[in-house]
């Protein structure tokens, strides 16, 4: 059975750290390295290929909304007919891809927080239906939420409120689908040294004041 790792938003910050760690400790055959940005995902690979076990794959792939959950189904439908009868397991399942936004609800780009909605709460509710089907007793599943899930943001309001999406569902699916064995865990961390700030702030903040360091969160 072809056992793989997939990790979204692995171009840098915790996901990247949750792909050099993994590869490391889990036992899979390849680890599934997904974001837009292909020059630092190759990087990755490059770093993969000498201190990881399994074989690194660098898909630059826009994950973003229905289109994006849409083109994930294709690749994972065809990596399962590949698999043929030795079957296809999801060892882990990495749901870090999301970013957030800086500013008022009434003075925060309206586009831009529907996008935000797109990746943080469809995209993540989209591949945790797909994946699920082929995970089996000891693979693991993370949804990356924040510490702004338990408590509304001033200042981050859309962003906090999916959080507490990403919080609440994986709660009621860890639980739904406890019988499995499939360990289901939602990360929540504080501030992170991660191109966060900057993404949130339109470069107007280049990092995260008093922000941890991504290996050891």
Not at 136 to 143: D, E, R, Y
Request: glycine share 8%; net charge neutral; charged share 20%.
């Amino acid at each position: 059975m072809k056992r793989i790792i997939i990790v979204t938003g692995a171009s840098s910050g915790i996901g990247r750290e949750f792909a050099l760690q993994l590869s490391k400790t889990r036992n899979a055959d390849e680890i599934w390295l997904i974001a837009r940005r292909t020059e630092k995902l190759n990087l990755l690979v490059d770093e993969l290929s000498v201190n990881g076990k399994a074989k690194a794959k660098a898909l630059s792939l826009d994950i973003s909304g229905k289109k994006g959950v849409s083109a994930f189904q294709k690749l994972l439908e065809k990596e399962v007919l590949e698999a043929g009868t030795e079957g296809l397991c999801i060892d882990s399942l990495i749901n870090n891809a999301g970013f957030g936004t800086y500013g008022t609800f009434m003075e925060t780009n309206l586009d831009r927080q529907l996008e935000m909605i797109d990746l943080n709460v469809s995209t993540l509710t989209g591949l945790c239906h797909l994946c699920v089907p082929y995970m089996n007793k000891g693979s693991l599943l993370v949804n990356v939420a924040s510490l702004a899930s338990f408590i509304p943001l001033g200042n981050f309001a859309v962003y906090g409120a999916t959080k507490a999406y990403v919080l609440s569902f994986s709660i009621a699916l860890a639980a739904e689908i406890a019988d499995s064995g499939i360990f289901v865990s939602t990360l929540c961390p504080g501030p992170v040294d991660t191109e966060f700030a900057q993404i949130a702030s339109n470069g107007a903040r280049k990092k995260v004041i008093d922000g941890k360091d991504p290996a050891a969160v």
